[in-house]
């Protein structure tokens, strides 16, 4: 198992962006796959995006498509996930997850977890 660390969150104004950072330590394959998920207070945790480390390929929640972007450094071990124009529907902590093989946005085919960065967005 990798360890991942999340970074970036904060508070900001609706319509505005916010760069959220996972740095990932241990091994990485090429078929890994990593993923931002978040969980808002009383509701469940939710995928929002992922990306096979190897391939750049990407998979974006309906929710968050054409306003997210997840994106990956190989050379510095580190998955981003820029949001553009941020509503306050988006407030949520934010987790980074690492799993294997599958491009999915299925909660339980993630086996590694991140603590997790608040992202909370005012109107």
């Known amino acids: 198992q990798v360890q991942l660390i999340e970074s970036g969150g904060g508070l900001v104004q609706a319509g505005k962006s916010l760069e959220l950072s996972c740095t990932v330590s241990?091994?990485?394959?090429?078929?890994?796959?990593m993923g931002w998920f978040r969980q808002a207070p009383g509701k469940e945790r939710e995928f929002v995006a992922a990306?096979?480390?190897?391939?750049?390929?990407?998979l974006y929640a309906d929710s968050v498509k054409g306003r997210f972007t997840i994106s990956r450094d190989n050379a510095k071990n580190t998955v981003f996930l820029q949001m553009n124009s941020l509503k306050p529907e988006d407030t949520a902590v934010y987790y980074c997850?690492?799993?294997?093989?599958?491009?999915?946005?299925?909660?339980?085919?993630?086996?590694?977890w991140g603590r997790g960065t608040q992202v909370t967005v005012s109107s």
């Open positions: 241990g091994r990485t394959f090429s078929r890994d796959v």
């Open positions: 997850a690492a799993g294997s093989n599958h491009l999915t946005g299925i909660r339980d085919l993630y086996n590694s």
């Open positions: 990306i096979i480390w190897g391939f750049g390929t990407t």
